[in-house]
């Protein structure tokens, strides 16, 4: 039958880790009693080792959970954490320095903590038995400890001793049981005394008479009656972990001296032995009686979780490692989907694109600020011109405007365009879902992905640098490739007349107006004249300075709008040079050929970007992007996947809540369906055991 008490102990600790609620408990032991009772040592005396906290201000601050499991045969004693993963400690003053840091990392504030330790301890020298170990309850709160350390130890207890943990409460037989706390908290729950055994420590030291009279508990009277032991060695100890056994040669020594009184013709229990061997008992048919409610209540959550997990997941099965699996299949898929952006011509368009605004830049720089720009157009007008009898002055602007381009680091600025294109995708891929369950591996994918685009950078740079090198010394145009940069040409200058029009527009909302604006324009053209008058006066005649100081300044119109004056001036003038240009590239000159690129210069320095674009594009394709697909599915193995340990894996799909959630539910329905299995398979064999005479 003892059988049943091992497998009931299993189960408890399975019921334990499902959850916390009161309906899946199974019974266990519960010591309480005051400080200084003697508490520990009744523990230390039932496992044999001393290995509780020790010292003047060490109250166990944390509930033991202690699990004792009888390995018969076995060779080696130890103990387990199971929470900390320490391993089987096989020295029990390990055990003893673990227990004090745990205790000791409950903050003073809190003094104590509900949350318990789970202990283990294995060998042949223990019996099956689950005992928990409480604080000991305060008389008197010494002055550093809080105010409601009493409160809170109190509670503390009253949450252990509820149905259906037995109450094992240790009194000193030299304090009157009038004055014991645990007799009194186990009075409250447990009238009757059905559930609570008595254990009287330091039967030593008060008259044998005295201990036999309060074993015999007339007084207060325990249905599971009283034990009484000495757990206190007398004699000296020779080797540390002797100390157990020396303290039960002074027990046996004690109670073999008043054989009279506590032999064996007499009722009453006394010794460590007797009291395990009623822990035993009384654990083992409470366990016993517990086994049909348990099972009940077992059934039940079983029946709700099996149903839950039917209509919420239609029975759908998940492991944290398929989820992983999964997750990163579906982050290559969806690289590669976005990787269409990336194909050539896209990425030609985006270069062109980029380098447009340059020759805009360029033209604008050299061409639109120019005074002679007018000039240009109307050689262009002229028939009689021929390219070759342009001014050399022309020729020099347009070489300039050509290198101009092609020396702006377009391999630089067109790879940076395009790493940072590929930044951008992986940050949003880094953003979204599932990714933003998981921020460890969002980062990583992230830091990855730039150390990629990092290391081709500037190769990548650098190649298309030197591909481009050519067009720095000679671009040679076709007549296809003429036509179609006038084209882009028109193409932009019209978008940027429209542009400028509607810049015109606004403002002239903005101050009230064209006839408005027109004020405010000529006012600013006059100041302007005014001012520039000035200057050379002063330019002429320095030593007048300070003579007539800025009386002329009035305040006809806000100063805002005295800026928006400005801004229209400035597009009027960008107006109509846009269309003196415009008016040229659609002229027969234009039309003609390559050979009038002076007189067209926008044309010609649109056919080079155009060539620029083509050759980056052509380059960052086989040194960055290829490089960069080839990469980074690999890398998404080997540092987001491989490098995962289980219990990261664990870790990682837990950050999902909905795939903790799904987890938790599938585990608890395979634990209690485990848990059933076993309470099955005990009732069978409690069934076949049940003929078999009760020891009482
Ligand atoms: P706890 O605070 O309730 O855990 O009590 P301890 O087990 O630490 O014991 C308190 C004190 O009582 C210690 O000094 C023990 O050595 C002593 N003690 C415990 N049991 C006995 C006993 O049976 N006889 C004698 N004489 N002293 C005991």
Redesign the pocket.
Known sequence: LMNLTKKLIEIRSMLLSIDQSDALKLPSIVVI????????????AVVGHEF?P?GNNM??RRPIELTLIHTPGAAAEYGEFPALGLGKITDFSDIQKTLTDLNLAVPASEAVSNDPIDLRIYSPHVPDLTLIDLP?YVQIASMDQPETLKEKIAQLCDKYIREPNIILA?C?ADVDLANSPALRASRKVDPLGLRTIGVI?????VPPEQGATILAGNRYPLHLGYVG????S?GKRSRRDDMALVAQKG?RDYFGAHGEIFGSTTSLMVGTDTLRRRLMEVLESSMASSLHGITNAVQLELEEATYQFKVQYNDRRITAESYVAETMDALKLRFKEATSQFKRPAIRAKLKEMLDDKVMDVLEQLYWLDKRAPELGGLGQDPKVRPEDVEPYWRHKLEAASSLLTKSGVGRDSTLLVANGLRSLIDSIAAAEPFNFHPRAAERLVQFSHMILRDRIGVTSDQVENCIKPYKYEVEVEDREWESGRQSAIDLFEKEVTMCEKKLKDIRQKVGGSRRLGGLVRYVQEIEEKEKAKKTKRLMAPEDENTEEDSSVDYRYPAAQIHDARHAILYTDRLSILKLRLAALRSKRCKAGPSNDVLCPEAFLNVVADKLAYTSAMFINIELLDQFFYQFPREIDSRLLYDLDRKEIVEFARENPVVRRHLDLQERKDKLEEVMKQLNSLSTLRTDAQPAPRRH
């Open positions: 009693g005051s400080q200084s009772s003697g508490k520990s040592s009744v523990l230390e509780l020790k109250v166990t000991g240790v000193a420590t330091k039967m030593d030291l032991v000495v757990a206190k007398s027990e």
